[in-house]
C-alpha cells in the first residue's frame, strides 16, 4: 500500500511539473514580446544620440570658461579654472567613453556607430588632455609642454570633425531622412543638461 502511494506522489509530482510548464508556454505564447515592441534602428540611434549629446553638451560647458580665459591669453586665470575643472572634464569623458551603444539591427550602422562613440571619446580624453597638459605647461614652459598641449588641441579637432561624419554615416546606413536627422537633433536640444 505505502509502496502505491509513493508512486502516486511521484506521478502527482510529474503530473503537475507537466502542467506548469505547460501553462507558461501557453501564457507565454499569448503574451510574448513581438518584434512590433522593438524599437527600429532609428530610434535606438536617435535616443543614443540625444544622450550623447547631452554628455557632449555638459562636457563643453565645463571647458567653456578654461577655453575661453586660454584663448584670450589670460593664463593665470585658465590655469585657476584647469585647477578647478581638471577632475570635472575626467568625469566628463568617463561619461562619454562609458556609454552603452545600443544594439542595432543593421551591422553596418553598428560598426559606424561605434566607430562615433570611439571618436568622440578619443576628441574629449584630448580636451581633459589639454587641461592637465596646460597645467604642466605653465608649471613648466618648455618646448615638450608646450608641443604636448597644441598636440592634444589638433587631436581633439581631428577627432571632432571624424565624430561628426560618423553621426552623418550612421545616418546614411539607417536611410534617414533629412527630416528625420532634423528631428533627432531638435528633439536633443530639449534635453536638460546634466548640470
Known amino acids: 500500500m505505502k509502496k502505491i502511494f509513493k508512486g502516486l506522489a511521484v506521478f502527482e509530482i510529474i503530473l503537475a511539473a507537466v502542467a506548469i510548464i505547460g501553462g507558461i508556454v501557453i501564457w507565454g505564447g499569448d503574451h510574448s514580446v513581438s ?16 544622450i550623447l549629446l547631452v554628455k557632449v553638451s555638459d ?15 589670460n593664463q593665470l586665470k585658465a590655469a585657476k579654472i584647469a585647477l578647478n575643472i581638471k577632475d570635472q572634464m575626467r568625469e566628463r569623458w568617463n561619461d562619454i567613453d562609458t556609454l552603452e551603444l545600443p544594439k542595432l539591427q543593421n551591422l553596418k550602422a553598428s560598426k559606424d556607430l ?19 597638459d596646460y597645467l604642466n605647461a605653465v ?13 592634444d588641441t589638433e587631436k581633439s579637432d581631428k577627432y571632432l570633425l571624424a565624430g561628426t561624419a560618423e ?16 528631428n533627432m537633433e531638435n528633439e536633443s536640444k530639449q534635453i536638460p543638461a546634466l548640470n
Do not use: H, W
Open 35 to 50: 518584434s512590433k515592441n522593438i524599437p527600429s534602428d532609428k530610434v535606438l540611434f536617435s535616443n543614443f544620440y540625444k
Open 59 to 73: 562636457a563643453d560647458n565645463t571647458f567653456a570658461s578654461f577655453d575661453s580665459a586660454r584663448t584670450k591669453g
Open 114 to 132: 561605434k566607430t562615433l562613440k570611439d571618436f568622440i571619446s578619443a576628441c574629449y580624453l584630448y580636451k581633459q588632455m589639454m587641461v592637465e
Open 167 to 182: 553621426v552623418l554615416q550612421v545616418c546614411t546606413d539607417l536611410s534617414m531622412t533629412d527630416a528625420e536627422i532634423k
Open 139 to 151: 608649471k613648466n614652459p618648455n618646448t615638450y609642454t608646450v608641443a604636448k598641449f597644441q598636440n
